[in-house]
């Protein structure tokens, strides 16, 4: 997919890329990276108090499931 500028992404005061609310929703999953633009609201299922690589938003986990 090619990335158009000012419509899938915008580059903030730092010179970062940001990828824009509608690029994420045409992805059409959260990648749980804490984007600035999620609409999957995932930065309100993580605790920024402890490491994200610890952390499993969306519920249990899948060794949970298995059993």
């Known amino acids: 997919m090619h ?3 000012g419509e899938d992404f915008i580059y ?3 010179g970062r ?4 609310r509608e690029y994420h929703l045409k992805r059409g999953y959260c990648c749980q ?3 600035v633009n999620c609409p999957y609201d995932f930065a309100s299922k993580v605790d920024p108090n402890y490491p994200s690589e610890f952390q499993n938003p969306w ?3 899948a ?3 298995e059993e």
Do not use: P
């Open 33 to 35: 990276s804490g984007c």
């Open 12 to 14: 903030d005061k730092q």
């Open 59 to 61: 519920g249990s986990d």
């Open 63 to 65: 060794a949970d499931e």
């Open 17 to 20: 890329m940001v990828l824009s």
């Open 3 to 5: 990335l158009k500028e």
